[in-house]
């Protein structure tokens, strides 16, 4: 039986301590990193606004989001309500364009942090 060498071990508990250190993200961290506010922007005005601006007002449909009994509290909150309108609508997204969806989104009316 083979044990791994030490410096593999560290190189994994470094690894590990820094996946532990992400999912503990910091208060200040961009709850949705690396989201593509431009892909996020054409899809949200492609699929998301008409039908937001008829129901809730507000010419660009943002109402919805700004409305002061907004359902949406937290970052997991977001991800939660929007993954329900896209399967509501069946539009069957990747999560990467939810997560996109998300941050630009939070980018622009939730600003959680
Ligand atoms: C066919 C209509 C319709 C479409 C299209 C639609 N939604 Fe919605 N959405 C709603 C309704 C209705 C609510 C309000 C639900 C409530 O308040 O109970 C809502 C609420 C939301 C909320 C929560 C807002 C809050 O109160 O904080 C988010 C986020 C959201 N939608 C994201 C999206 C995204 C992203 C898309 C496009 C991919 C989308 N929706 C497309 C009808 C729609």
């Known amino acids: 039986m083979t044990t791994p060498r030490p410096h593999t071990r560290n190189a994994f ?3 590990a301590s820094i996946a532990l250190a992400s999912l503990a993200a910091p208060a200040v961290a961009d709850p949705f ?3 593509d506010l431009a892909v996020a922007k054409q899809m949200h005005a492609a699929q998301c606004v008409e039908c ?3 129901r809730f007002g507000g010419e660009d449909g ?3 989001y700004t409305r002061f009994d907004r359902r949406v509290t937290t970052p997991s909150g977001l ?3 929007l993954t329900a309108c896209t399967t509501m609508l069946n539009l069957d ?3 990467e364009d939810e997560h996109h969806l998300a ?3 939070n980018t ?3 600003k959680f942090q």
């Open 33 to 35: 990193p690396g989201a």
């Open 52 to 54: 937001h601006a008829k």
């Open 13 to 15: 508990r470094i690894a």
């Open 93 to 95: 997204l990747f999560p």
């Open 79 to 81: 991800a939660q309500q």
């Open 108 to 110: 622009h009316y939730y």
């Open 103 to 105: 941050g630009y989104l």
């Open 62 to 64: 943002s109402e919805i």
